[in-house]
């Protein structure tokens, strides 16, 4: 007589090391996750990033990028995918399958991540500053590693937020070396947790939430020492200002939406908030630029309108009248006529002479 016990989705189960869910579930991204689970359920196997990448919808970068995970907490060794959890850790319930039961080895001890020493730029002799801090280093600093990521996400509950907060802002996971910057930027640029998620959300709302723009962003904020709430909001709603100016100064100028650049947002701040100046006023002198250059130059308008600023005129009249003052009188054409009666008497005698 025969017996089946059937377990239904139980049937076909695989075994996870206690590590990755004490351990590791806090810690470990979406992505990284979903690439551990798929190497346990495939242990044995032949495997590349092309092959995991392909399996589970990712990139290859994105694999690589999960696996560096794994490989720098000790977790999993490149080319062999061996799994070495602590000696502590509990046997699970499931038993485990053949190929992962030969690749278990005893535990090896790991040593603790060091804090991260950024090394201070050499100093050279530059003009003194008043009144603010040095910028980074043009040599970008070290990034921390995902090891030091780890334990700092481990150890300090702000960090972990300002982690899991990036992930909602971007709508996605964030990568290794996204967190590793966000967290450079924290610490060697002195930006706070809070005031770091106040840029993050600002990048959001401005359709730039990407990490080389956000980095960027955040070292003008440490230059011009933005580091309370108080002075990012006052900062933010600067430059909110800034965007909605330069939005009306490109359908003043007839130009095609589209994100404006820094120095087009300073310019079109300058002009309509700072100078107040009037639409027809920038239109004329976006005009002149154009007959002078045959191209749209703020630079120029600029020094256009600051000439008017100088010079007291707020009009469009006035402004009108200085540039008729300002170009040259026309040269006045030698006026010729002909006597057509004189010019026939003259050529009768000329031609009686031969």
Known sequence: MGYKLDLGAWN?????????????????????????LWLLRHSGEEL??????????????????SMLYWKETGV???????????????????????????????????????PLTVPAPEKQEQPAKTGNKPSRALSRPEKPDTVYLAERMN?????????????EIFGRPTSNNEKETLLLIHEYDGIP?????????????????????????????????????????????????????????????????HSPTQKEIAYADKWLNSMKLTEEMIRYAYEICVDAKGKYIPKYVDSVLSRWESAGIK????????????????????????????????????????
């Open 12 to 36: 076909g189960v695989f075994a996870v090391p206690c590590c990755i869910v004490d351990e590791h579930l806090k810690l470990a991204g979406a992505a990284q996750l979903k690439v551990m």
């Open 48 to 65: 590349s990033d092309e092959i995991i990448a392909s399996a589970l919808n990712m990139s290859p970068a994105d694999v690589r990028d």
């Open 76 to 114: 999993v060794c490149e080319n062999d995918c061996i799994i070495t959890p602590p000696e502590d850790d509990r046997t699970v319930s499931a038993p485990l399958p053949a190929q992962v039961a030969q690749a278990v080895q005893p535990a090896q001890q790991i040593q603790p991540p060091q």
């Open 155 to 167: 150890n300090d509950e702000s960090i972990m937020f300002l982690m899991h907060t990036a992930d």
């Open 193 to 257: 947790v809070e005031v770091l998620i106040m840029l993050l959300q600002y990048a959001r709302d401005i359709g730039k939430c990407n990490i080389r723009y956000i980095e960027k962003l955040a070292i003008n904020w440490s230059d011009e020492e933005i580091n309370t709430l108080e002075r990012a909001e006052e900062k933010i709603r600067m430059l909110t200002s800034g965007i909605s100016a330069a939005g009306r100064i490109q359908q003043i100028v007839g130009q095609d939406r």
């Open 315 to 354: 009009t469009l009249e006035q402004a009108q009248e200085d540039q008729l003052r300002g170009k040259p009188a026309p040269k006045k054409q030698k006026t010729v006529t002909y006597d057509i009666d004189q010019y026939e008497s003259t050529n009768a005698i000329f031609e009686e002479g031969f």
